[in-house]
């Protein structure tokens, strides 16, 4: 088994995430701070290089990574969660219907469960334990936070403690046998 660490990359701001709509399936372009916060994500980690990279489907996360100096494998399994009907919704009009729901205690209707994105972080996971070296991850706020949290052995919804900004870093490691975050949520 890799001793590596996993690079988490959330990609930079677009439209929607700035304005805190849920943001799985539609794939909208970075913004003018969301090219800049990926080129900076670039000079934080200064040329460093990885034994595998890779990247969601997704535009967003694929851009960030090339404005950032890296190709990668297309994973998708990193795109983010599936918001089914709450695409495009922020959790304010979410919770006119719902009151008190967030995408940690409640599924959208058509769209994954907490444990549905448990899995596939868990696959994600596997992938980069077996290579030796450290592995890049280019993808999205809600589905690195459960990676993170499977990473930790804890539950999918314990994502919920993690904020994760647009253009952020994030390490995962160990500390002897044990996994641990190393750093989080870093930005330029």
Known sequence: MSRG???????????W????RHTSST????????????????????????????????????????????TAEIAPDLREWGY???????????????????????????????AEVGARADHIIELAVAVDGDVALFGHGHMLRVLAARWLRLEPTDGRLLALS?????????EHETRVVEAWNRTG
């Open 5 to 15: 660490e996993l690079w988490l990359m959330r990609h930079g701001e677009t439209e």
């Open 17 to 20: 995430s700035a304005a805190g």
């Open 27 to 70: 794939d909208l372009a970075l913004t003018a701070e969301g090219e800049r916060k990926a080129a900076m994500m670039g000079r934080l980690l200064a040329g460093r290089t990885f034994a595998m990279v890779l990247s969601s489907p997704l535009r967003r996360a694929r851009e960030t990574c090339r404005l950032a100096g890296y």
């Open 84 to 114: 089914g009907a709450y695409e495009g919704l922020t959790t304010a009009e979410i919770q006119v219907e719902k009151p008190g729901w967030t995408i940690w205690n409640g599924t959208p209707p058509g769209g994954e469960s907490a």
């Open 166 to 174: 647009t253009g952020s870093i994030s390490v995962l490691g160990y």
